[in-house]
């Protein structure tokens, strides 16, 4: 079944109000992409660091994933194309199918996202007690996840991928504000043996990539890829990103672009500055 965005109905928050902002509030990384004298950093009662467990680290995990599930996913993603998104709901610590999707206009995708579920069950369900705090599990509400299978545009000099925060891209291209989720998982689909590196430049760590393996990363690091002339030579990079949020996110997508819920233009000039 895929799901019907026109009529979803968002339920409002205080982070989606929101239309001020303080000079003292934290900037971003410095060499972030893209990044303007408007942006800012939601300070801590706006975000999640209280309820994981993921402070400025990262956890690398191989044999989460069963490779066959990982070779079916890749075999649907070829079906319709590799630029896909989805969102799986979280209940009673389980992954489940959400009747909200993200992608609108790809046909005949059911099989991937039936594929996707599976591998993030597989990656989520067993280190959600272990990332999120106890008390705090049933406050889970959903994953957003992705495949994604090339460079970044934008992406200039040493990157394959620029440096970014995962965060809720709604406040982000909106308002200029970076709302961080609970935890990011990046698992590799394919790689060859020389690949691109993630790089953690505020740990000055590099990770290297394996087929299978997951790297569970506090959410508020900052984080890119590092440019391999040879590997893009002889295999792509294709990964699954997947965000926890504790919250009912809005899709950036959806909300600018095709204006789903009425607002079909970036809000920046609702920013009032204190």
């Known amino acids: 079944m895929q799901g019907t965005f026109y009529n979803y109905k968002v339920p409002k928050n205080d982070l989606w109000e929101m239309k001020e902002k303080d000079r003292n509030w934290e900037v971003p990384y410095k060499n972030l992409a893209y990044v303007n004298k408007d942006m ?8 999640a660091y209280h309820k994981h467990n993921l ?3 990262v ?11 990982i070779e079916n996913t890749l075999m649907e993603a070829d079906k319709i194309g590799r630029s896909y998104s989805a969102r799986m709901s979280v209940k009673d610590k389980y992954i489940v199918e959400s009747n909200v999707r993200v992608n609108k206009y790809q046909e005949n995708c ?3 996202y039936d594929s996707m579920l599976l591998v993030l069950k597989q990656i989520w369900e067993p280190m959600l007690s272990v990332l999120v705090k106890e008390k705090y599990l049933d406050k889970m509400s959903h994953i957003d996840s992705w495949l994604n299978d090339g460079k970044l545009d934008g992406s200039k000099g040493n990157f ?3 440096l970014h925060y995962d965060c809720d891209e709604y406040l982000e291209f909106s308002k200029g504000l970076f709302r961080f989720p609970v935890a990011v998982a990046i698992t590799y689909l394919t790689t060859p043996d020389i690949t691109h590196k993630a790089w953690f430049p505020t740990m000055d760590q590099y990770l290297n990539p394996k087929v299978g393996r997951v790297f569970f990363a506090d959410p508020k690091l900052v984080h890119g890829v590092l440019k391999n002339e040879l590997a893009e030579a002889v295999h792509k990079r294709i990964v699954m990103v997947s965000n926890l949020w504790d919250y009912e996110t809005r899709s950036e ?4 672009s095709y204006g789903v819920t009425g607002y079909t233009t970036p809000r920046m000039d609702e920013i009032v500055w204190t």
């Open 110 to 112: 059911e099989p991937l």
């Open 59 to 69: 956890i690398a995990m191989d044999g989460l994933v069963n490779l066959s599930d």
């Open 160 to 162: 394959h991928h620029f």
């Open 253 to 256: 997508q959806i909300e600018i």
């Open 40 to 47: 800012r950093v939601l300070p801590s009662k706006y975000q």
């Open 55 to 57: 402070h400025d680290s």
